[in-house]
Nanobody
């Protein structure tokens, strides 16, 4: 079973920053897209941002636009999520996903082949 590996979560105060990382094993050294999702207690998993690996095109959820930045290092098979100006509403488990089904909107959580186990982000006021 291919598994993605997230890291970088933690506890910060409001206004702080965190940088999440997601490493994909070499067995999937090329996938069409990688994305970040998050899930807060009692809420559905929602898309945060996506990056299309070939040309580096990026997409963001409205709440992430201007505060979060998704990026990639193809040589390391690694995707990043830089999160700035965090608020308590950003508290959630953050997951990375890879290999989106062709022609499907990036934010559809049922459309990815591979997932990680998540990294917890907690923002206190």
């Amino acid at each position: 079973q291919v598994q993605l590996a997230e890291s970088g979560g933690g506890s910060v105060q409001a206004g702080g920053s965190l940088r999440l990382s997601c490493v994909a094993p070499e067995s999937i050294d090329y996938t069409n897209s990688m994305s970040w999702f998050r899930q807060a207690p009692g809420r559905e998993r929602e898309g945060v941002a996506a990056i299309y690996r070939l040309y580096g095109r990026t997409y963001y959820a409205d709440f992430a636009q201007g505060r979060f930045t998704i990026s990639q290092d193809k040589a390391k098979n690694t995707m990043y999520l830089q999160m700035n100006n965090l608020t308590p509403e950003d508290t959630a488990m953050y997951y990375c996903a890879a290999d989106l089904l062709p022609g499907v909107l990036w934010s559809r959580r049922d459309a990815y082949h591979y997932w990680g186990r998540g990294t917890q982000v907690t923002v206190s006021s």
